[in-house]
């Protein structure tokens, strides 16, 4: 197991649960874990081993979401409150937000890599094909870098 607790934001349990791959974050983590914001905003039933936390600080979530939107904001402000934590982010301005406070992120992508590195997955490009044509944008200098890395090319 990596980090005691992950944080994911919507982005990536939309697109797993998409690729019916939900199951790679709880082979992955010891606790996986969202805020109401992030299980309404989702849709959809979590399955029963994805905690939702509530923030305490709601105050700093507000202030968050001037800049991100609710769901993003909900994962940093509860990660702040947590410790040994990891948080599943995709966009851009959240990603940037969560370095800048000091969190350690990664991406649905990094859990792609993470599943295929513990054996979980045995190969990352068809899920690169499926993240594009479910209209996850990825830059090919990162589908090259994580194919080396994954030694797929």
Known sequence: MLENIVI???SCLIVLSKLSALDLLKGLYNQVSVTQDIADEFGEELPNWVHIRQVKNKTYQELLEAT????????IALALE?????????????RKEAQRLGLKITGTLGIIYAAKQKGLIAEIKPYIVLLQENDFRISPKIIDEILKLSNEL
């Open 82 to 94: 947590l410790n040994n934590v990891l948080v599943v982010i995709d966009d851009l301005k959240g």
């Open 68 to 75: 991100l939107d609710r769901g993003e904001s909900s994962a």
């Open 8 to 10: 994911t934001d919507t």
